[in-house]
């Protein structure tokens, strides 16, 4: 059986880690570097960076902000934000990530995913994915960070992504993002059920018992987070050692 993996996740904006609410009334979370060498002692399986404004400010990631992490942490370690050519994901890797994550730019241009898992393989490409569910109640896909929606549905997207390369599927509900009411655990499960690729539920983790939610109803492969660890809320030893006690597979 596979472990489950906490995800601690650095959004950047600016050089500094902010954290919002429904992907608004963006707040200063720290220092990217010394938050990330520290989740990486403290026991988180992976790190994520998202450059959150990049797409919109049509630049690329800071990728010496990334080395500076990388040099920091043991783990591995993903990375997205305006990725939309093989080599931007080339210098990502060169800098140190293991992972890039690519959204809008691979929406627009689907062939990006299937060159970038033909470049450097299908465990390298993750497709993130922020999706909203409307009043018609299906879930769509949103771009340039949340900001432009679109009418695909989240789930045709994920399964194109899927069927052309995307090895994993970063799934971010705006509707649970920041709210800390827990993680939107039917499209976590809609996917994770249906989707041959590890799925990380993202947006919405405020409590340990959510973490629980998410893994047995929501059957995620990995939970993100990203202000419950950042403001101390959760501490990531404390979590795994109390999803361990609930009987999920954890790595300690």
């Known amino acids: 059986m596979l472990t489950k993996r906490i995800i601690p996740c650095l959004d950047i904006r600016d050089g500094r880690t902010v954290k919002g609410i429904n992907f608004e009334n963006i707040r200063d979370a720290g220092d ?15 790190l994520v960076f998202l450059d959150i404004t990049a797409t919109n400010e049509k630049r690329k990631t800071l990728s010496e ?9 043991n783990i591995p370690f993903t990375v997205g934000g305006g990725v ?18 690519v959204n809008t730019a691979a929406f627009k241009n689907p062939a990006l995913i299937a060159q970038l898992a033909k470049e450097f393989g299908s465990q390298f490409v993750v497709l ?20 432009v929606k679109t009418d695909i549905k989240c789930t045709d997207w994920a399964k194109q992504a899927v069927d052309l390369g995307a090895g994993e599927i970063l799934l971010t509900s705006m ?14 499960q809609t996917l994770s059920s249906s989707l041959p690729v590890p ?14 939610d998410v893994f047995e109803t929501g059957k995620a492969d ?5 202000s ?10 404390p979590l795994k050692l109390f999803l361990k006690e609930k009987g999920i597979s954890i790595r300690i």
């Open 32 to 46: 990217p570097v010394e938050l990330g060498a520290l989740y990486a002692q403290e026991g988180a399986d992976e």
């Open 128 to 147: 993130a994915i922020d999706t909203k569910k409307e009043a018609d109640g299906e879930w769509y896909v949103y771009l340039n960070g949340g900001r």
């Open 222 to 226: 990995a939970a993100l987070a990203a």
């Open 65 to 73: 902000l990334v080395n500076r992490i990388a040099r920091h942490i």
């Open 199 to 212: 799925i990380i539920a993202s947006g919405g983790g405020g409590t340990m018992s959510h973490f629980v």
């Open 84 to 101: 939309s050519s093989i080599q931007d994901a080339s210098v990502l890797l060169h800098n140190g990530a293991d992972k890039v994550s």
């Open 228 to 237: 419950i660890f950042h403001f101390k809320e959760v501490g990531i030893e």
């Open 175 to 188: 509707n649970n993002d920041g709210t800390k009411q827990g993680f939107a655990l039917d499209i976590t």
